[in-house]
């Protein structure tokens, strides 16, 4: 008997492909601005990237914007802490779309020093609301779990749905990705207008929420910084099932 030959695979579309209202795309995700609305999606199968190890597969793609939208209905809910009004969210053609209102104003990485120290007090203070929302479970609001950005780095594992309860209230909810790039400031009063891209929040350990805010960069140790990743990453596999 013939052996068949298999179906033909749709050809890699490049997540680059302009569409309307698109102004950047990183190799994850898609952003959008329509009006007074930001969008970004997670990249569809098809849009995956081929780079110099083969095609890049978006990790969490889906559960990281689920997991922000329900961080942001949840932190307007029960705190003050400036961040954008969900619009909706919802799975579409193989992708996964978050909708915002666009917040205007300019990122903190862009002020300099001496204004940065104003926002630096403001943000610790919303930071410190955070800390009194407490849990006996880690993850983000609904029980989805998306360790740190610095913490998935350091391991393969992705479900992290299996961690034990403690027995008492010790986790308090953190951003757990809270660079300068992630505070939009209004440049007029130096006020914070929104603590933008919860992927990575949810109740945790206080440690997890390292203050990468002090300095420009990314939210991953540099140079002579401490790196508590390793440290992270034993505690989470600690309390697996």
Aim: proline letters at 7%.
């Amino acid at each position: 008997m013939a052996v068949p030959h298999p179906p033909p695979q749709p050809q890699l579309q490049t997540a680059l492909t302009a569409e309307e209202g698109c102004f950047a795309t990183s190799a994850d995700r898609k952003y959008y601005r329509r009006g007074n609305a930001f969008i970004k999606r997670c990249l569809r199968t098809r849009e995956f990237l081929l780079g110099r190890h083969g095609i890049h597969v978006p990790r969490l793609r889906k559960e990281s914007l689920r997991n922000e939208a329900d961080t942001l209905r949840f932190i307007r809910r029960f705190t003050d802490v400036p961040v954008p009004l969900v619009f909706c969210d919802f799975e579409d053609d193989d992708a996964y779309y978050l909708i915002t209102e666009y917040v205007e104003g300019v990122s903190m990485a862009d002020l300099p020093g001496h204004q940065k120290d104003v926002v630096i007090a403001e943000l610790e203070g919303h930071l410190a609301k955070l800390k009194t929302l407490t849990s006996d479970r880690m993850g983000g609001p609904t029980g989805i779990v998306i360790p740190p950005y610095r913490v998935l780095c350091e391991t393969e594992r992705d479900d992290w749905s299996q961690l034990r309860p403690s027995e008492h209230r010790e986790y308090v909810f953190c951003h757990n990705d809270c660079s300068q790039h992630n505070v939009i400031v209004d440049p007029a009063t130096l006020k914070i207008a929104a603590i933008v891209d919860w992927e990575y929040a949810g109740f945790y350990p206080p440690r997890f929420e390292f203050p990468f805010y002090n300095r420009k960069g990314p939210s991953v140790a540099l140079g002579e910084e401490v790196d508590d990743t390793e440290e992270l990453l034993r505690f989470l596999n600690s309390r697996l099932v």
